[in-house]
């Protein structure tokens, strides 16, 4: 079946740096969903992406989806420490009905 | 955030007792899910619901049940309780856009623990 990954698992950061985040599938992908979970929180949706080789822009996030469908990247400039938590990406392959989580990747900030 | 909401929100029970949690929405939502969350593993489908008594099994739905009998309820049951149960669960719900998915709303998530 469908298995989504990530990289890296972890990520510490000091305040002010980037931070990136990758998303990989073993099947093309026909959209892709990013979440954030604050730490003993819920996911929340951040953006959906559909369009091969998309690029979208949320203040200091951006997001791609790769040429082939099957990678994604969320990029943060110049972190926060309001950046804390764990960034999930989702996908949905062309068969499924449902999108398969990633295991996340969890981001600390240090100020 | 939307209208969703989960019971109990803690519960510690023993191996072997059923267990049900609750997930209750207010936007009338088409599609409800459960999903359980584990330490490296993300978030894994139990089970689904695409409409009233419309439901389907997820990658992990081994040793749980379900049951959507209103739009606004749909109920996760573990009918005998184990160890490897203890997880935090989240429901979600979303709404098909035309032409493609809508985002998943979650809810608070319920802590249970199996001892």
């Known amino acids: 079946g469908q298995q989504v990954m990530q990289i890296p698992q972890y990520q510490h950061v000091q305040e002010g740096e980037d931070f990136t985040t990758y998303c990989n599938s073993s099947?093309?992908?026909?959209?892709i969903q990013w979440y954030k979970q604050r730490p003993g929180g819920h996911p929340v949706f951040l953006i959906q992406?559909?369009?091969?080789?998309e690029v979208k822009k949320q203040k200091r996030l951006t997001f791609q989806f790769g040429e082939a469908k099957k990678n994604s990247s969320l990029h943060i400039t110049a972190t926060q420490t309001t950046d804390v938590g764990t960034y999930f990406c989702?996908?949905?392959?062309?068969?499924?009905?449902?999108?398969?989580f990633g295991p996340g990747t969890r981001l600390s900030v240090l100020p | 955030d939307a209208g969703i909401t989960q019971s109990p929100r803690h519960k510690v029970t023993e191996t072997g007792t059923p267990v049900t949690l609750r997930c209750h929405q207010t936007?009338?939502?088409?599609?409800m899910y459960w999903y359980r969350q584990d330490p490296g593993h993300g978030l894994r489908l139990i089970h689904y619901?695409?409409?009233?008594?419309?439901?389907d099994k997820g990658e992990v739905s081994d040793g749980y049940s379900v049951s959507r009998s209103k739009t606004e309820d749909f109920l996760l049951t573990l009918e005998s309780a184990t160890s490897s149960q203890t997880s935090v669960y989240f429901c979600?719900?979303?709404?098909?856009?035309?032409?493609?998915?809508?985002?998943?709303?979650f809810g608070p998530g319920t802590r249970l623990t199996v001892l």
């Open positions: 979600a719900i979303s709404d098909q856009a035309s032409g493609g998915y809508n985002e998943q709303f």
């Open positions: 099947t093309t992908l026909s959209n």
């Open positions: 992406l559909v369009k091969s080789g």
């Open positions: 989702a996908g949905r392959d062309n068969y499924g009905q449902n999108f398969v």
């Open positions: 936007e009338n939502h088409r599609y």
């Open positions: 619901s695409y409409g009233v008594k419309d439901t």
